[in-house]
């Protein structure tokens, strides 16, 4: 059973940048491949991002393309999201997803496990 925890978020101007970080624990880390969610309040949980499990390949949503960044390293069983130029839409409860089998990447019913998430907050 593996556990995710999730930690970095806060509260931040628009513009700036946070990096969160989602810590695993109880698997072999580099069988998963990892990726990172948010859920706006009113709105459905949304793909963010996603990274093999060698960090070779990564994928995004169009909406932070060129603002974020995942990445991960497998001696530490983590793996980040840096967030820069952040905006209010932005706004969400950020969840990190590990997932055995490849496949649609947006698809989160495909990921065996989830973190607790963590909230960051863009003020205008």
């Known amino acids: 059973q593996v556990q995710l925890i999730e930690s970095g978020g806060g509260l931040v101007q628009a513009g700036g940048s946070l990096r969160l970080s989602c810590a695993a624990s109880g698997g072999t880390f580099t069988n998963y491949r990892m990726g990172w969610f948010r859920q706006a309040p009113g709105k459905e949980r949304e793909f963010v991002a996603y990274?093999?499990?060698?960090?070779?390949?990564?994928y995004y949503a169009d909406s932070v393309k060129g603002r974020f960044t995942i990445s991960r390293d497998n001696a530490k069983n983590t793996v980040y999201l840096q967030m820069n130029s952040l905006k209010p839409e932005d706004t969400a409860v950020f969840y990190c997803?590990?997932?055995?089998?490849?496949?649609?990447?947006?698809?989160?019913?495909?990921?065996?496990?989830w973190g607790q998430g963590t909230q960051v907050t863009v003020s205008s």
């Open positions: 997803a590990a997932r055995v089998r490849p496949g649609p990447v947006e698809r989160d019913d495909d990921y065996n496990y």
């Open positions: 990274i093999i499990r060698n960090g070779g390949t990564t």
